[in-house]
């Protein structure tokens, strides 16, 4: 195969740390003691003294043909071994092939029976409907969990049916090259933490391109508020959004950056914000893909120009009209419960990620030295209910209707602390770490309540409810309603809403079928 190949060529070539870099050909043996390792490259940007004899399997160009490689690296290649699928159970995470591609995927079910042998593992691709179920052979999963059997580690059987048995190797305990010190968990912490990128590629490719661009968007608003003090970046634009708040210059600034983060993803057929009156509709077939995405880039920005936390939130769905035309507002016209993922991002003393696919709420933290969002836990809410804390604007009192006043002075009279910092995002953010109830009740002046339901109520409603606490609008149109299933009327729809801890919901609930928005533990 040398001699498709010749002195000064580029090509790439694999190093002695197993990946491969950009070299040039510098020499070519015939010789007989080179016959393993034929051609010698020169790594661009390193030292001659790097130069180094590879093997054409250790090389990749055009002009080597794929079967380049050596017959028994062919042959191993070839040879599949028999997998054991007993480490595998329902609900375990897995990548598995479609389309020549691994997607992330949930297992339903492992089946045991001879008509299943060839398929036995059915999987739940995530992100898409249950249609897309189906059952797989084990060699297109990926996991941990998946080994192969012994009899294809230890060695072939034997005629008469024994195995061969395998000699195991004593080794000595080797001395640790390091003193351990009280810093190690600290460093393992940030050298092992899965990153926001690891944990979303899992996903699927159009889900994770999405996500990665959410991700970037916070973190280029988290450097611009980091900055807004000496950029001059404090005050108002002089303008009112499209639900009449005034606007900030940061709002501005945040809505420019999720608008093209979002864009550029290429994924996107449609987008809400809370700044825009009309929806950004993607109308290049080429550039639009098939989420649609409502967002608040910047709330509680009032808070910005005294360096209280402040928070962006999102929701996404998947468009139900055909892709062949642009997305309409009914694609993103529906309940929350058909939200695929939903989160919010905190902008605070830390900068923290909260986000929900349906199944449970993961917590990620920017570490700024890296620039990655690493995983800190999953969120769940104390079961017996955390701390007595409920969270509201008692400055709007006087229009509050008597059923909420009477249950705000239950909760004092119950032992309740107030807190309240005056963003969304802070104080649901601590409801779910602690326990309470966060209320925004209508009142005289917004009868429909203030909190918009796409990009505020909705969102934060699942991420309430995946961690475990409740979320009611209180009594709204005659009746008792579960903020998800409230069907918006236009894209900036309000409602009312209250998510308390699971064991007071009853009786927010039932005081004379007033309620507003309830965030809390399960209990």
């Given at each position: 195969?040398?001699?498709?190949?010749?002195?000064?060529?580029?090509?790439?070539?694999?190093?002695?740390?197993?990946?491969?870099?950009?070299?040039?050909?510098?020499?070519?043996?015939?010789s007989k003691k080179r016959a393993k390792a034929p051609v010698k490259v020169h790594f661009v940007g390193y030292e001659d003294s790097d130069d180094a004899w590879v093997s054409l399997d250790d090389l990749k160009s055009k002009r080597l043909p794929k079967d380049a490689g050596s017959a028994a690296a062919k042959a191993k290649s070839k040879a599949k071994p028999e997998l054991d699928l007993s480490g595998l159970e329902k609900g375990m995470r897995v990548q598995a092939e479609a389309?020549?591609?691994?997607?992330?995927?949930?297992?339903?079910?492992?089946?045991?029976?001879?008509?299943?042998?060839k398929a036995p593992v059915k999987v739940h691709y995530c992100g898409y409907t249950d249609a897309s179920d189906e059952w797989v052979s084990a060699d297109r999963l990926r996991s941990?969990?998946?080994?192969?059997?012994?009899?294809?580690?230890?060695?072939?059987?034997?005629?008469k049916g024994k195995a061969a048995p395998a000699k195991k190797k004593e080794t000595k305990s080797k001395p640790l090259d390091r003193i351990p010190t009280e810093f190690d968990p600290y460093l393992q912490n940030r050298v092992n933490a899965v990153t926001l990128t690891q944990y979303i590629i899992e996903s699927t490719k159009q889900l994770a391109m999405l996500m990665n661009a959410i991700g970037h968007a916070c973190k280029v608003v988290?450097?611009?508020?980091?900055?807004?003090?000496?950029?001059?970046?404090?005050?108002?634009?002089?303008?009112?959004?499209?639900?009449?708040?005034?606007?900030?210059?940061?709002d501005i600034i945040a809505d420019d950056i999720w608008c093209e983060c979002l864009k550029r993803s290429g994924v996107c057929g449609l987008l809400v914000s809370e700044e825009q009156e009309q929806a950004i509709i993607i109308e290049d077939k080429a550039t639009r893909g098939p989420f649609c995405v409502a967002f608040d880039p910047l709330d509680g920005s009032s808070n910005i120009d005294c360096n209280v936390s402040v928070g962006s939130i999102f929701s996404v769905y998947r468009r139900k009209s055909s892709e062949d035309a642009p997305c309409t507002d009914a694609d993103i016209l529906r309940p929350g419960t058909e939200i695929i993922v939903a989160g919010y991002c905190m902008y605070g003393a830390a900068t923290e990620l909260i986000i929900t696919f349906g199944r449970g709420v993961q917590r990620?933290?920017?570490?700024?030295?890296?620039?990655?969002?690493?995983?800190?836990?999953?969120?769940?809410?104390?079961?017996?209910?955390?701390?007595?804390?409920?969270?509201?604007?008692?400055?709007?009192?006087?229009q509050w209707d008597p059923p909420i006043l009477k249950y705000v002075e239950e909760c004092k009279d119950n032992g309740y602390a107030a807190r309240y910092v005056g963003s969304m995002v802070s104080d649901v953010h601590r409801t779910l770490l602690y326990g309470g109830i966060f209320l925004y009740p209508a009142d005289k002046k917004s009868t429909k309540g203030k909190l918009r339901v796409l990009y505020e109520g909705f969102p934060m409603a699942l991420i309430t409810e995946q961690a475990g606490g409740v979320s009611s609008t209180g009594m709204f149109k005659g009746k008792l309603h579960r903020i998800l299933e409230v069907m918006p009327e236009h894209i900036h729809d309000r409602n009312h809403g209250r998510c308390p801890r699971r064991e007071c919901s009853a009786q927010a609930l039932c005081v004379r079928g007033w309620a507003c928005t309830v965030v809390g533990a399960g209990g």
């Open positions: 195969m040398t001699d498709k190949l010749e002195v000064g060529l580029k090509l790439q070539a694999k190093f002695s740390d197993g990946a491969f870099y950009p070299a040039t050909v510098v020499s070519i043996s015939d389309d020549g591609t691994y997607y992330a995927a949930d297992i339903l079910t492992v089946s045991t029976a001879k008509n299943r042998a941990k969990n998946i080994k192969a059997k012994e009899a294809d580690v230890n060695g072939k059987t034997e005629a988290a450097n611009s508020i980091e900055k807004a003090g000496p950029a001059g970046l404090y005050g108002l634009a002089g303008s009112a959004n499209a639900t009449g708040d005034d606007v900030k210059k940061l990620f933290a920017l570490d700024p030295a890296l620039g990655e969002f690493l995983f800190v836990s999953d969120m769940k809410m104390d079961p017996k209910g955390g701390k007595k804390i409920f969270s509201c604007n008692e400055g709007n009192s006087l």
